[in-house]
């Protein structure tokens, strides 16, 4: 909800989603291809401030976002760090630590370049551009269908807490127990009728097996394209370059 | 009057073996506003719903422009397109993300071409107000928006008749007016508007026509006018006499105001209270 609610406000949200996949995409590429851990650095420090500054994502947003995989990187990072044999034992394997640092930055850019794209694209638009790359129709259709129910379950589920909770179901944790469970199994019915009249509704608008929408209009895509491929291609010299550099 | 939508002693019995419609039969004039009165269960969903073939009668016929229905794949799309219902509840009617996506999808089904598609969906999200909405998730809206998108949802397919579930249901009273004022540009273009509703005097103030239900028939149709002053057929299908009607009678019992045909709100009938001058008592002239 909180991913959905940031694109829908970020200042970026009308520009082409093609474009910023591209930079995006053009991020990750330059994670991928550094090697240094200041150029990593760099790189995840410019994606996500592209995504804070430019495309005007709030900073508590984009950290409660990145929290998650960013504790599972320190996770993964402290296994690495910390082994075992059986000589030793338990032990601080410092060794590992460059290696350890350049995954880590590497994890923190990709990260940031994956946040800019999402914390800026509504799923709409998603789907869009998922549809004009050929995805299968049908993979579209039930995003699409998954992406609304769960909005529209959503709000069942919260309306069945309140009316519950009124009535004092969640009075105690036994009784919480049992109101969750009686409106989990309600739930079920709800999806089932609900998916029931969609299908109505759908065949009162001519519904012939395929679900058909209108793909969004971009009038500056071009341009947006162009911009990104450039911003893209900048932070692709970067990485080149400090592998070049390595290299001589 | 022409008839534009026809049933014929229609019966339907749910698959729990419920009656749904009872020898059913009314007409629907071409271009005139209808409304649809019941209690709750008295068929009218049901009704409405064989009147778009999501249902096929089991005994009985509908006709539209004197042709039997035709429920082969063609026909149905056919008859789609010409009659267009809106559902009562927008959350089982909306099923995109995105206000012009879920515009689009009937259009789209009519076979248009993408250009054509956009013009209608600008039209429709037009009409209903939503022009500057269009690129809103639908479930960023509100009860009343969202019931507005599935009312152009129907509009884009441009449809002769427009059928629509109980339309007021939860919307505020400024929300009704506009709803009221879209449905009056409609009526004014030539479409033939059938309404469900349970409101007896949106029923009086708006329809030329009102259809009374009760346990699966239609027991009565007739223009609004006539049909609202008959207590006993409105009694039977659980509905009172129209406020203003009942006012109107009493103020020209008291010689209030003069008798005469009585208006079809409650506002009218201010305006002719407003009308009548005050005596130096304080009393209305007789």
Same mark, same amino acid.
């Given at each position: ?248 | ?113 993408? $250009?054509?598609?956009? @013009? #209608?969906? &600008? *039209?429709? +999200?037009? =009409?209903? !107000?939503? %022009?500057?909405?269009?690129?809103? /998730? ?85 223009? $609004?006018?006539?049909? @609202? #002053?008959? &207590? *006993?057929? +409105?009694? =039977?299908? !659980?509905? %009172?006499?129209?406020?203003?009607? /009942? ?40």
């Amino acid at each position: 909800m909180r991913i959905e609610t940031a694109a829908y406000a970020s200042r970026w949200q009308g520009v082409a989603p093609s474009a910023k996949a591209l930079f995006a995409l053009g991020g990750m590429g330059a994670a991928w291809i550094a090697r240094q851990p200041g150029t990593l650095g760099t790189l995840a420090a410019a994606l996500a401030l592209t995504a804070l500054l430019g495309a005007r994502v709030p900073l508590r947003t984009w950290l409660a976002v990145a929290l998650p995989p960013l504790g599972f990187l320190l996770l993964s990072c402290l296994t690495m760090l910390v082994t075992f044999s059986p000589d030793e034992g338990w032990h601080w394997a410092g060794a590992l630590w460059p290696a350890v640092t350049r995954t880590a930055l590497r994890s923190l850019a990709m990260l940031a370049a994956l946040l800019g794209f999402i914390l800026t694209t509504p799923l709409p638009d998603l789907l869009s551009l998922l549809r004009r790359l050929r995805t299968p129709e049908l993979l579209l259709d039930l995003m699409a269908l998954c992406y609304r129910m769960l909005f529209v379950l959503r709000q069942a589920w919260d309306e069945g807490v309140t009316a519950q909770s009124a009535r004092l179901g969640y009075r105690g944790w036994r009784h919480a127990w049992r109101s969750t469970g009686l409106l989990a199994g309600q739930m079920a019915v709800q999806v089932w009728q609900r998916a029931g009249a969609l299908q109505m509704a759908a065949e009162a608008r001519g519904y012939q097996g395929t679900l058909r929408f209108l793909p969004a209009l971009f009038p500056h895509a071009r341009r947006q394209n162009a911009w990104a491929l450039m911003g893209a291609a900048l932070l692709l010299a970067l990485a080149i370059g400090e592998r070049l550099g390595a290299g001589a | 009057m022409s008839a534009q939508l026809e049933v014929r002693g229609v019966g339907h019995v749910f698959a729990d073996g419920s009656p749904g419609l009872r020898d059913c039969s009314l007409v629907l004039g071409r271009g005139r506003r209808h409304a649809l009165l019941g209690a709750n269960g008295a068929g009218k969903t049901t009704l409405l719903q064989h009147l778009n073939g999501l249902l096929r009668p089991g005994s009985g016929q509908l006709l539209l422009d004197g042709q039997p229905y035709d429920y082969g794949r063609k026909g149905l799309a056919q008859l789609r397109r010409r009659v267009g219902l809106v559902f009562q509840n927008p959350e089982r009617q909306l099923f995109s993300a995105q206000v012009e996506e879920d515009v689009s999808f009937g259009p789209l089904n009519l076979g248009l071409d993408a $250009a054509a598609v956009r @013009a #209608r969906v &600008a *039209a429709a +999200l037009d =009409a209903v !107000g939503l %022009r500057d909405h269009g690129r809103r /998730a639908v479930h960023h809206l509100s009860f009343g928006q969202k019931k507005r998108v599935c009312i152009a949802g129907v509009l884009a397919m441009e449809p002769d008749v427009l059928l629509l579930d109980e339309p007021m249901a939860g919307l505020d009273a400024p929300m009704q007016d506009e709803l009221a004022a879209l449905l009056a540009r409609l009526t004014a273009r030539g479409v033939t508007i059938l309404l469900s509703t349970h409101d007896i005097d949106f029923a009086y103030a708006w329809a030329d026509d009102i259809h009374l239900m009760a346990d699966g028939r239609c027991i009565a149709s007739g223009p $609004a006018p006539l049909l @609202a #002053r008959d &207590a *006993a057929t +409105l009694q =039977a299908a !659980g509905q %009172r006499q129209p406020l203003a009607l /009942a006012l109107h009678a009493h103020l020209v019992a008291r010689s209030v105001l003069p008798a005469g045909p009585g208006p079809r709100s409650v506002d009218a009938l201010l305006d002719a209270l407003r009308c009548v001058p005050f005596t130096s008592s304080g009393k209305t002239p007789t």
